[in-house]
């Protein structure tokens, strides 16, 4: 099996443009391509995952990564997905999210000794002349055909800026001077991009009389590849800091039952004749593969030891017993009056819910218990004693916990 024979097997090729060409670079290791990555968090979460076990496998197979990193174009923002304008974020928020960017990224690719490139779009976008770039670039660009773009047609009915009207000339300017400063050959990108991916091949052609080429990804989970990473709290993010090797492992346990295999195919390396034996897994041995691909991803994103942790205390925890890296909460004195705290604050405290009404809601239908007992009275009281030494185990349903501990 070829490796683009293989991006086709696991589900990854959306769209692309002249297929056999970038068959040919692929499958031969020529191809020079690119991923952007623009720094609106300080760290990248999963959403970013698939993008980068593509490179990575990519870059094994010889061709050439090249990371992305959109200081400049995050100066204006992506509207591809959104309803609303972007925040507007500061240069030095910015630069701080590139270094954040980095080091985590070298977990992934091989930066050493030009196996692959980092760069980041401000190094050329900052310094460009705003007539310069109208004649040079904005006079290959139909108005007309940039409106029926998807990314654009979704917020013309709140309202487009102008400011946002330019992202799709500044990231095909991007493809554009990645071919000429690095030989860049090939752009790669999720499939909600394909509008903005189409513009740098056609300005290459035009502009450049030179092919390039550019190919999509589906979006994990496809049309609910948006909600990909999102939990009650948030992100799931590729920082522990954010996200704790237990609380990675556990989102992708609990992934559900019908995308597993997908999942596995899509972001793991295991051999896809592997994979295939799982597909007529039931239950328990659906449960089984849930596990490995748990396994598979943490010990991708935080390495074999923190893996082997998460999965021993996952392990323990559903066999009713003590999680020793479970992610933890601690109590102060402050937390308590007079000795006492509520479920409900408990609940609200160690983040296991947003709100008082949201924990009040769990303990009426079932779902909170502690040590493996069911709370069914919202008026449960706790005392100061009750987190001394190991503490307890606090849980809302059955994918959240934490170990709650007295400072």
Known sequence: MTVYDELVARGLIAQVTDEEEIKELINTGKATFYIG????????HVGHFMALCLMKRLQMAGNKPIALIGGGTAMIGDPSGRTDMRQMMTEETIQHNCDCFKKQMSRFIDFSEGKALMVNNADWLMKLNYIELLRDVGAHFSVNRMLTAECYKQRMEKGLSFLEFNYMIMQSYDFMAL????????QFGGDDQWSNMLGGTELIRRKLGKDAYAMTINLL?????KKMGKTQKGAVWLDPEKTSPFDFYQYWRNVDDADVIKCLKMLTFLPLEEIETMESWQGSELNKAKEILAYELTNLVHGEEEAKKAQESAKALFAGGNAANMPTAELSDDDFEDGQIGILNLLSKTGLVPSNSEARRAVQQGGVSI?????????????KETFDGEGIVLKRGKKNFRRVLLK
């Open 37 to 44: 990555f623009d720094p609106t968090a300080d760290s990248l």
């Open 179 to 186: 071919f000429e400063k690095y030989g860049c050959n090939l």
């Open 221 to 225: 989970l496809n049309s609910e590849g």
């Open 371 to 383: 040590d493996g007992e069911k709370v069914t009275d919202a008026r449960a009281t706790f005392s």
